[in-house]
């Protein structure tokens, strides 16, 4: 079937550090993939997507490529801020009009 | 893009009283979602609700404990029965809207039910 799998988390790094957050998935045909943020006492928000093979999202200094090679799609972030702290959720549509499958998400906790 | 709005954002509820969760999209959409969010948790597929047939639920949800409809194009509500403690979580709407690089699903911001 169709899944999503992320890294454990949570991870902490210190502001400025490089983030990486590692996605895979299972999925029939060509699945859309996206990651979704959800920041304390919030929804969630989208924050990049992409919709075919070596595609790359990117959207507040962040990116993922879409790698149908390795069926990735990491998010990275050059240098993270305390204002990245969130959790953050790969996912994927399989066909249109399907609903997104989640990952379990990973909580990225950034201190100054 | 599509602006999503819930309401009610928050609320603490009696055990055993029902909640209706109301959602509003800014654009007309076909395909909406409900998903449910526990405490620490990723999000759970609730149902789908297509606009003019029933809504179509997943395993282990069932429509008399979660009703839904979806009048127009724009509007779905849940409702949460007879609630119990387990049922305490955060209730997402969302809507899938179309576009030239593909379909997006974009969420409201939730409703924060706390079941006393």
């Known amino acids: 079937g169709n899944s999503v799998t992320q890294m454990e988390g949570p991870v902490t790094l210190s502001e400025e550090a490089f983030l990486t957050i590692n996605c895979t998935y299972t999925a029939t045909g060509y699945p859309s993939l996206f990651w979704y943020v959800q920041y304390p006492g919030e929804g969630l928000q989208l924050l990049l997507k992409a919709t075919k093979a070596d595609d790359k999202g990117s959207n507040k200094g962040f990116e993922a490529t879409y790698r149908k090679e390795t069926t990735s799609f990491h998010l990275e972030k050059g240098s993270v801020q305390v204002s990245d702290s969130a959790v953050y959720f790969c996912?994927?549509?399989?066909?249109?009009?399907?609903?997104?499958?989640f990952g379990k998400g990973t909580t990225l906790s950034v201190s100054s | 893009s599509a602006v999503i709005s819930q309401k009610p954002s928050r609320d603490i509820c009696q055990r055993g009283t029902s909640l209706t969760i109301q959602c509003q999209v800014d654009s007309q959409v076909t395909m909406m979602f409900w998903y449910r969010q526990q405490p620490g948790q990723s999000l759970t597929l609730i149902a789908t609700?297509?606009?003019?047939?029933?809504?179509?639920?997943e395993s282990g949800f069932v429509i008399d404990k979660f009703p839904i409809s979806r009048p127009n194009l724009t509007f779905s509500t849940l409702t949460v029965s007879n609630m119990s403690p387990e049922d305490s979580s955060i209730y997402l709407c969302s809507a899938e809207v179309g576009g030239v690089l593909g379909n997006t699903i974009y969420f409201g911001e939730g409703s924060w039910l706390t079941v006393v």
């Open positions: 996912a994927l549509i399989y066909q249109a009009g399907t609903a997104l499958i």
């Open positions: 609700a297509n606009q003019g047939s029933e809504a179509t639920y």
